[in-house]
T-cell receptor
Framework: GQQLNQSPQSMFIQEGEDVSMNCTSS?????WLWYKQEPGEGPVLLIA?????ELTSNGRLTAQFGITRKDSFLNISASIPSDVGIYFC?????????????FGKGTKLSVIP | DVKVTQSSRYLVKRTGEKVFLECVQD?????MFWYRQDPGLGLRLIYF???????EKGDIPEGYSVSREKKERFSLILESASTNQTSMYLC????????????FGPGTRLTVL
């Protein structure tokens, strides 16, 4: 099946720094979603992207749908301790039903105060 | 806001027991999903339902069954629990239509002894 490569697997950053993570695929995707999961909780949707080139912000978070439709990135500006968690990308492969999502394995973010 | 609730946050069961995991959503969503989440493997789809009494197998349906008697409720059943079914189980829901945003519950961490 489709696979998403998410990188980096983990990050340790100082509070106040900016963060960047990305997802790539060898196949075209129609949708990119970014989720955050805190320990012991379910994933929470952060940003949804539906058009190639689309750039969307949600507070300090910005995500972009790559022009080739094979990648997406998520930036977090001026990180704070509550940004700690695992960030997942998810995408709907081209040609797949609207219910189908492929998930990346996550980027674990640690913020050092 | 979409609210997805799961009946238990933590469950401990013995090998061979029948286990029921319940999920309820309050947004009149057509589609509901059950995933399991394991370290290193990410989220894997077990079953989904696109309407009452309708279900489709996901990527790893073996050892599981589901029931959807009412639109708002989707149950996952482990007919005879085994230790390799120890995992985090996540329920999600999605509205009808082309948008792929799935909304997750808080998860049930199941341990099978």
């Amino acid at each position: 099946g489709q696979q998403l490569n998410q990188s980096p697997q983990s990050m340790f950053i100082q509070e106040g720094e900016d963060v960047s993570m990305n997802c790539t695929s060898s196949s075209i995707f129609n949708t990119w979603l970014w989720y955050k999961q805190e320990p012991g909780e379910g994933p929470v949707l952060l940003i949804a992207l539906y058009k190639a080139g689309e750039l969307t912000s949600n507070g300090r978070l910005t995500a972009q749908f790559g022009i080739t439709r094979k990648d997406s990135f998520l930036n977090i500006s001026a990180s704070i301790p509550s940004d700690v968690g695992i960030y997942f990308c998810a995408g709907q492969p081209s040609g797949a039903g609207s219910y189908q999502l492929t998930f990346g394995k996550g980027t674990k973010l640690s913020v050092i105060p | 806001d979409v609210k997805v609730t799961q009946s238990s946050r933590y469950l401990v069961k013995r090998t061979g027991e029948k286990v029921f995991l319940e999920c309820v959503q309050d947004m009149d969503h057509e589609n509901m999903f059950w995933y399991r989440q394991d370290p290193g493997l990410g989220l894997r789809l077990i079953y989904f339902s696109y309407d009452v009494k309708m279900k489709e197998k996901g990527d790893i349906p073996e050892g599981y069954s589901v029931s959807r008697e009412k639109k708002e409720r989707f149950s996952l059943i482990l007919e005879s629990a085994s230790t390799n079914q120890t995992s985090m189980y996540l329920c999600a829901s999605k509205d009808r239509g082309p948008y792929n945003e799935q909304f997750f519950g808080p998860g049930t961490r199941l341990t099978v002894l």
